[in-house]
């Protein structure tokens, strides 16, 4: 409902918002809905095997306020590709997508999983290179409006110390966004826990 404001302009006000549902994966991941893919589906590979940079798998878990995995999210990662230029800017790699999606379900017992290569370090507004870092966005129903966090990773302990945006996070907060670095005798891994409520909540940021 329309509502006229003092300068008789009419103000349309904000729709409520409502959880993403059980159709989020039938729209944006349909082999966990139990449906035929596309021919062209946006998924887990971020990099392909010939993007420049370090080879490199994420797994982990979200993890909802009474400690149990939460099966049915989806988690859409973007980042920048190894010479820390995102896929929008001309420079960026062709090799390298940029964005990517992960849909953990009962076959994966919950668990996220992506291919990708280790960012490279992105200037913050103020100038100042950020640490490496892939950008996480959350959807699932009982999360009225997507979540947005960070990963970072634990090797990177010199740039984690000087990157500027993660030095607005307290202190014994921090944590919560550093993913660790897995012995594989593959390509390397990095685990990384999501705890949507509880005493290790993790750090969400209002972008």
């Keep these: 409902m329309t509502q006229p404001t003092r300068d008789g302009q009419l103000r349309y006000p904000e729709s409520p918002s409502q959880t993403a549902g059980p159709y989020v994966h039938?729209?944006?991941?349909?082999?966990?809905a139990g449906l035929p893919p596309r021919d062209v589906e946006i998924g887990p590979e971020i990099a392909t095997r010939d993007a420049e940079g370090e080879q490199i798998e994420i797994v982990g878990t979200v993890i909802d306020g009474n400690g149990d995995v939460v099966e049915d999210i989806l988690i859409e990662a973007w980042q920048a590709d190894a010479n820390g230029v995102y896929q929008t800017d001309y420079?960026?790699?062709?090799?390298?997508r940029g964005f990517g999606r992960s849909a953990p379900g009962e076959h994966d017992a919950g668990e996220l999983?992506?291919?990708?290569?280790?960012?490279?370090?992105?200037?913050h507004p103020n100038g100042q290179p950020m640490a490496p870092h892939i950008?996480?966005?959350?959807?699932?129903?009982?999360?009225?409006?997507?979540?947005?966090?960070?990963?970072?990773?634990?090797?990177?302990?010199?740039?984690?110390?000087?990157?500027?945006?993660?030095?607005?996070?307290?202190?014994?907060?921090?944590?919560?966004?550093?993913?660790?670095?897995?012995?594989?005798?593959?390509?390397?891994?990095y685990r990384f826990e999501i705890h949507l409520q509880g005493p290790r909540e993790t750090v969400f940021f209002d972008f």
């Design 26 to 32: 039938i729209g944006l991941a349909l082999e966990v």
């Design 91 to 96: 420079r960026a790699d062709r090799a390298f």
């Design 113 to 123: 999983a992506l291919h990708t290569i280790k960012p490279g370090r992105v200037a």
């Design 135 to 189: 950008n996480l966005m959350l959807f699932a129903r009982g999360i009225n409006i997507h979540l947005h966090t960070r990963l970072y990773f634990d090797d990177e302990a010199e740039a984690n110390a000087a990157c500027p945006f993660l030095a607005r996070v307290p202190p014994t907060r921090r944590d919560t966004l550093i993913a660790a670095r897995e012995n594989n005798d593959g390509v390397p891994r």
